[in-house]
């Protein structure tokens, strides 16, 4: 009864989180913003319903029940889920789960974003490994999270490169970027 409360709550998150990302879409749109990576974003899509179609199986077919260390993973989690808002909030109309580069923007470089450049794909890292670990889904956490570090070796690179070459990010993150 406790997971799929807790899987009810985190897919309605998730398709609030897509109707905030639509109103956003329509607004960077607007002021000219266009998408990069659009060619693996449907993978990226698949990627997250299959997790949750993995995780409902797994925990339905190994009937386990939660962690022995539920009460510290879930605490975890909900701090993650802090991390998340704090993330979309500090971004603001800039968040998104496309890439959307709009020309000539100043980059945000506020909230957590003062202190790493993607702490969005951090929270997302770690609620794959999180969620299942609650419910003792160790095959799901092992997999998709192998499948999350594949996925963000493509998306990441692709968003700075973007980034770089069409707003001040070389400028924000000078310090950070090694030295020729």
Request: proline fraction near 6%; aromatic fraction near 16%.
């Amino acid at each position: 009864m406790l997971f799929y409360f807790i899987l009810i709550l985190v897919i309605l998150q998730r398709l609030t989180e897509v109707f905030i990302a639509k109103r956003h879409e329509k607004w960077m749109l607007a002021k000219g913003a266009y998408e990069v990576g659009e060619s693996h974003y449907s993978y990226m899509v698949a990627m997250h319903v299959c997790f949750f179609l993995f995780l409902i199986i797994e925990v339905v077919t190994n009937n386990i029940g939660p962690s022995p260390l539920f009460p510290l993973f879930f605490l975890l989690f909900l701090l993650v889920q802090a991390l998340r808002i704090w993330c979309i909030r500090s971004l603001g109309p800039f968040w998104n789960t496309k890439i959307l580069i709009l020309p000539g923007a100043e980059v945000v470089r506020k909230g957590p974003y003062t202190f790493m450049r993607h702490p969005n794909y951090a929270v997302v890292s770690l609620e794959i490994l999180l969620l299942p670990i609650m419910f003792q889904a160790y095959f799901t956490a092992f997999c998709f999270t192998l499948l999350n570090i594949t996925m963000l070796s493509v998306r990441i690179p692709i968003e700075e490169k973007a980034l770089r070459d069409a707003t001040n990010y070389n400028h924000v993150f000078k310090k950070d970027l090694p030295q020729k």
